[in-house]
């Protein structure tokens, strides 16, 4: 069994930085690929980024990319994500999930096997 627990949302201005951290406990958690999705209101869940178990390996959305930073560290038992240039339409609820399928860029929430209960990050002036 593993449990996620998300950390660190809040307001933001556009333009601004905000990083939002996820909590891991579980047997094997190390062995799990990580990622996060984000859901805005009335819109389906979406990918946001995801780091495979070794950490060598991370995968964006293409809206994020050279924006958002997946890293994670083992020996805390913690993932963080680093938002940067943050836009309106990035306000959402950021959810970490964990799955042990291998990481990629086209993974779907129905991939993910463990979920957090969800931080909302709101970007406006």
């Known amino acids: 069994q593993v449990q996620l627990v998300e950390s660190g949302g809040g307001l933001v201005q556009p333009g601004g930085s905000l990083n939002v951290s996820c909590t891991t406990v579980?047997?094997?958690?190390?062995?799990?690929?990580i990622a996060w999705f984000r859901q805005a209101p009335g819109k389906e869940r979406e990918f946001v980024a995801a780091?495979?178990?070794?950490?060598?390996?991370?995968y964006y959305r293409d809206s994020v990319k050279g924006r958002f930073t997946i890293s994670r560290d083992n020996a805390k038992n913690t993932m963080l994500l680093e938002m940067n240039s943050l836009k309106p339409e990035d306000t959402a609820v950021y959810y970490c999930?964990?799955?042990?399928?291998?990481?990629?860029?086209?993974?779907?929430?129905?991939?993910?096997?463990?979920w957090g209960k969800g931080t909302l990050v709101t970007v406006s002036s």
């Open positions: 999930a964990a799955t042990i399928k291998p990481a990629s860029s086209t993974m779907h929430y129905s991939d993910m096997d463990y």
């Open positions: 579980g047997d094997y958690v190390t062995s799990y690929t």
């Open positions: 780091l495979s178990w070794s950490g060598t390996s991370t």
